[in-house]
């Protein structure tokens, strides 16, 4: 079984300050990560992802995470947030052990990142 | 365009009326998905396929079907809907393990 815990539902911060958003991950075998963000009234779309190899993953648009295997995390953070920040965020694991758990996706809560003027 | 086409985007129905939603993915890919959104417990995943004809259960099945008869089309089907259904709905693709997920715009289900 595999499961995921966002530690904060609610992240305020100003604007050019720097945020964390905290993601812990429990599995029984070795697991892909990934963040997404979900703007209002929106799908979800993919924001980085960990697979193996560097533990730091970078995305597009400023985003880092690193996986963190001894201490089972997956944070996410950026230096400097803008305004088009504000959004909701979810962290998510996957085993990539064989069979059908392929395509087994588990999500956690979500934390809503708020980033004002 | 490359994209997961959900219908409808928005429906209410009534409790035991049976319904389906349709997901479509033009983009060839192996893994089909389908979650919920409920406020404060983020996705959870319904069902998921690998490819025709194979499906498997996620973490909240119950009260739902699905069926893969075609690699790009993956329906929802809630037989007897009931109001603890009402929920935003997603479909979402992917080529492979590790490739994340794409997915659609959504459909956000009443049942009255």
């Known amino acids: 079984a595999q499961s995921v815990t966002q530690l904060d539902s609610q992240v305020p911060v100003f604007e050019e300050a720097p945020v964390e958003l905290r993601c812990n991950y429990s599995s029984s075998v070795s697991v892909y990560l990934f963040w997404y963000v979900q703007y209002p009234n929106q799908g979800l779309q993919l924001l980085l992802k960990?697979?193996?190899?560097?533990?730091l993953v970078e995305s597009i648009n400023g985003f880092e995470a690193e996986f963190n295997k001894s201490q089972t995390s997956f944070h996410l953070r950026k230096p400097s947030v803008h305004i088009s920040d504000t959004a909701e965020y979810f962290c998510?694991?996957?085993?990539?052990?064989?069979?059908?758990?392929?395509?087994?996706?588990?999500f956690g809560q979500g934390t809503i990142l708020t980033v004002h003027p | 365009e490359a994209q997961v086409t959900q219908n409808p985007r928005y429906l209410i129905t009534v409790t035991g009326k049976k319904l389906t939603v349709t997901c479509s993915q033009n983009m060839n890919h192996e893994y089909m998905s389908w979650y919920r959104q409920d406020p404060g417990l983020g996705l959870r995943q319904i069902y998921y396929?690998?490819?025709?004809?194979?499906?498997d259960k996620g973490d909240v099945p119950e009260g739902y079907k699905v069926s893969r008869k075609e690699k790009r089309n993956f329906p929802l089907i809630l037989e007897s809907p009931s109001p603890n259904q009402t929920s935003l709905y997603f479909c979402?693709?992917?080529?492979?393990?590790?490739?994340?997920?794409?997915f659609g715009s959504g459909t956000r289900l009443t049942v009255v």
């Open positions: 396929s690998m490819n025709v004809e194979v499906t």
């Open positions: 998510a694991v996957s085993s990539n052990a064989g069979g059908t758990s392929y395509g087994k996706l588990t």
């Open positions: 960990y697979l193996s190899g560097s533990t």
């Open positions: 979402a693709s992917s080529f492979a393990q590790g490739y994340g997920y794409t």
